[in-house]
Nanobody, 122 residues
Framework: QVQLVESGGGLVQPGGSLRLSCAASGSIFSINAVGWYRQAPGKQRELVAHISSSGSTNYADSAKGRFTISRDNAKNTVYLQMNSLKPEDTAVYYC????????????????WGQGTQVTVSP
């Protein structure tokens, strides 16, 4: 069974850094386009950063200049490096990705991870 598993969240002081990972587990051929989303209490889930299968990236205005999304295709893993964290970055962070199960077909399936908590507080 394919899963996307996030890790790397935690408690950090303002100005600190965290690196989140989104790893695909199970039998897959590739993980393609991936987005990192976050949802703070009482707020809608929002897209923070996106990376295409070719490595093109896009960021929310709130993330530009502070967050970097990257991928390691050999490990089927996508990362979100978060620097200069602010209290308003506190949220549950989710990855969402399109997974290609086999090289025999171009069909992709979309998966959400279970989320990882990021708390930015003094």
């Amino acid at each position: 069974q394919v899963q996307l598993v996030e890790s790397g969240g935690g408690l950090v002081q303002p100005g600190g850094s965290l690196r989140l990972s989104c790893a695909a587990s199970g039998s897959i051929f590739s993980i393609n386009a991936v987005g990192w989303y976050r949802q703070a209490p009482g707020k809608q889930r929002e897209l923070v950063a996106h990376i295409s299968s070719s490595g093109s990236t896009n960021y929310a205005d709130s993330a530009k200049g502070r967050f970097t999304i990257s991928r390691d295709n050999a490990k089927n893993t996508v990362y979100l490096q978060m620097n200069s964290l602010k209290p308003e970055d506190t949220a549950v962070y989710y990855c969402n990705g399109n997974v290609r199960p086999t090289s025999l077909s171009s069909v992709e399936y979309n998966y959400w991870g279970q989320g990882t908590q990021v708390t930015v507080s003094p």
